[in-house]
C-alpha cells in the first residue's frame, strides 16, 4: 500500500503546508502516543528537535497530542537526533521524537519517531500509525486526570556530551589537534564544539550561530566549501562537517580536500578489523556505495552488503545480522557499539582516534581506495510514474548492457524529495557519463 504520511525517513515536507501542519503533528502525537501506550504505568516521549523556525510551531501541536493520548513529554530543545534515540533509552522512555528535516533547507521539517530501543520505528510500525491518522480517535482520548504533562529537560546536552567523549578510550585525547567544526548552524551547535574541546583539541567553530533561517545554508556536511575554507586558513588538522540534525557526517584534510562517508566507512573497518572490533568480516552500505570501497574490503577479506537507500535499512540489516558497522556515502556512519542510529559526531571521533593512533595526517588516513568513477544526476518530476515509460525502460537496459560486469546502474525515486536519482559507475568515466546523461534525456521526455 502507497504510503501518504511517511517516507523513508519519517514525515517530511515543507513547513506549514501538507503534511507538515501543526494539524498533523497533533495527529500523530495522539497516534503515536495511543500506539505506544501499554500496561498502566506512566507513559512518557522524549521530544528534541532542530533549529528550525517551524520548529516552535510542531514542538508544541506534538506536545499536546501525546498529553492528549496520557503521555508524558520531556521536551530537550535542540539536539542532535542520535541523542534523542539515546535518550529515549537512558530515559526509560515508551517512545523518542526528532524534529528535523535533515539536511533540507529551513523551509522544509519532519518528524522522526523512536521506538523505546532508540531505533526507528520498522515499516509495519509507522504504518499502523498511518492508518491511525485516517481513523477518528477523539474516543480514544485519556480521561481528565490521566492527561499528560510536559516539562523540560535540564542537563540533556550535558549527558550527550558525556557519552559521546565516553566512546573513545579513556587514555585517548585529543590535545595537539586544531580542529574546525561546522554545525550547519543546526542541532549540534553547542554539543558537538564542546565535546572536542573537553577531549582537548583546539576548537574553531563555524555554523554555530542559528537563528531559525540558516540551518544548511552554505554550511554543513551538505556544502562543505565553507569548511574547506577555514580549514586552510587557520591551517586546521582536520575540518569536521555535521548536517543540519547531525546524524551524518563530512570531513574535510588537512588539504582542504573532502572526504566521503564510503572512505570514512573504510578507515573504520581496516580499524576494527585490525583491533577484532568488527562482530562480522564486513560491513553493511547501501547500493550508492563506490564500487571502489567493496573492491578495498575485499582485499582485506572483508564483505560489503548492500541495502536499498536509507540508514533505516542500513540498520535492520545490521541489526538481523549481526553487524556492528554500516552507512552511506553521504556521511550517515551506524557505528552500533554506540549508537542506534546514525551520529556524525561519535563517528569523526572514531577518525580521530585513528589520527591520533597512526599519527599520520588525516590526508593520509582517509584516503584508503581509489573511488571508481561515479556519476549521479538528479531529475526533479511533477509526478506520475515516469519509470514505467517503455523508451525509459529502454534507455535504462542499453544503459546496463553498455556498462557490463565492469559497472553498476542504479536507478530510483528520491524518498524525501520529488527527484529521480540516477546513478552509475564504471572504470570508464566518459562510458559512465554517456549511460547516466542518456536516461536523463529519455526520462525528461515524459517526467
Known amino acids: 500500500m502507497a504510503r501518504k504520511f511517511f517516507g523513508t525517513d519519517g514525515i517530511r515536507g515543507k513547513a506549514n503546508a501538507f503534511p507538515i501542519t501543526p494539524q ?18 506512566r507513559h512518557r516521549v522524549v521530544i528534541g528537535k532542530d533549529t528550525r523556525l517551524s520548529g516552535y510551531m510542531i514542538e508544541p501541536a506534538l506536545t499536546a497530542g501525546f498529553t492528549a493520548a496520557g503521555m508524558d513529554v520531556f521536551l530537550l530543545g535542540p539536539m542532535p537526533t542520535p541523542a534523542v534515540a539515546m535518550l529515549t533509552r537512558s530515559l526509560r522512555a515508551d517512545l523518542g521524537v526528532m524534529i528535523s528535516a535533515s539536511h533540507n ?11 523505546p530501543d532508540g531505533y ?17 480517535l477523539s474516543g480514544r482520548l485519556a ?14 546536552q550535558e549527558r550527550y ?78 575540518g569536521i562537517a555535521l548536517d543540519g540534525d547531525a546524524d551524518r557526517v563530512i570531513i574535510v584534510d588537512e588539504n582542504g580536500e573532502v572526504v566521503d562517508g564510503d572512505q570514512l566507512m573504510a578507515v573504520v573497518a581496516q580499524s576494527w578489523a585490525e583491533e577484532g572490533l568488527l562482530s562480522q568480516p564486513g560491513i553493511v552500505a547501501t547500493v550508492m556505495s563506490n ?28 541489526r538481523q545480522h549481526g553487524y556492528n558497522v554500516g552507512g552511506e556515502q553521504s ?34 588516513v582517509c584516503r584508503r581506495f581509489e573511488p571508481v568513477p561515479q556519476i549521479l ?11 514505467e515509460n517503455v523508451n525509459v525502460k529502454a534507455a535504462i537496459a542499453d544503459g546496463e548492457a553498455r556498462l557490463g560486469q565492469s559497472g553498476r546502474l542504479v536507478i530510483r525515486p528520491s524518498g524525501t524529495e520529488p527527484l529521480i536519482r540516477v546513478m552509475a559507475e564504471g572504470d570508464d568515466h566518459a562510458l559512465v557519463e554517456a549511460v547516466v546523461d542518456d536516461i536523463i534525456g529519455a526520462l525528461k521526455q515524459v517526467a
Open 331 to 364: 556521511g550517515h556512519l551506524v557505528l552500533s557499539d554506540f549508537s542506534t542510529t546514525g551520529d556524525g559526531l561519535v563517528s569523526a571521533l572514531q577518525i580521530l582516534a585513528v589520527v591520533r593512533k597512526t599519527g599520520k595526517p588525516v590526508s593520509e
Open 24 to 41: 498533523l503533528a497533533l495527529q500523530v502525537g495522539i497516534a503515536a502516543g495511543l500506539a505506544f501506550r501499554n500496561g498502566g504505568h
Open 377 to 387: 544526476k538528479n531529475l526533479r518530476f511533477g509526478g506520475g510514474k515516469p519509470l
Open 143 to 156: 480521561a481528565s486526570p490521566d492527561l499528560g504533562r510536559a516539562k523540560r529537560i535540564d542537563g540533556a
Open 291 to 318: 564500487l571502489g570501497l567493496e573492491r578495498f574490503l575485499g582485499s582485506l577479506g572483508l564483505s560489503l552488503v548492500r541495502t536499498k537507500v536509507g540508514d533505516r535499512y542500513v540498520v535492520e540489516h545490521m
Open 120 to 136: 526507528k520505528l520498522s515499516d509495519e510500525t509507522e504504518a499502523k500509525i498511518e492508518a491511525m491518522l485516517e481513523e477518528d
Open 105 to 115: 533547507p529551513y523551509e522544509d521539517n519532519g518528524i522522526k519517531l523512536f521506538g
Open 161 to 238: 556530551v558525556e557519552f559521546a567523549k565516553r566512546t573513545l578510550p579513556k587514555t585517548l585525547d585529543l590535545a595537539g589537534l586544531r580542529i574546525v567544526v561546522d554545525c550547519a548552524n543546526g542541532a549540534a551547535y553547542k554539543v558537538a564544539p564542546n565535546v572536542l574541546w573537553e577531549l582537548g583539541a583546539e576548537v574553531i567553530t563555524i555554523g554555530a550561530e542559528p537563528n531559525g533561517y540558516n540551518i544548511n545554508l552554505d554550511v554543513g556536511s551538505t556544502a562543505p566549501d565553507a569548511l574547506r575554507r577555514k580549514v586552510r586558513e587557520v591551517r586546521a588538522d582536520i
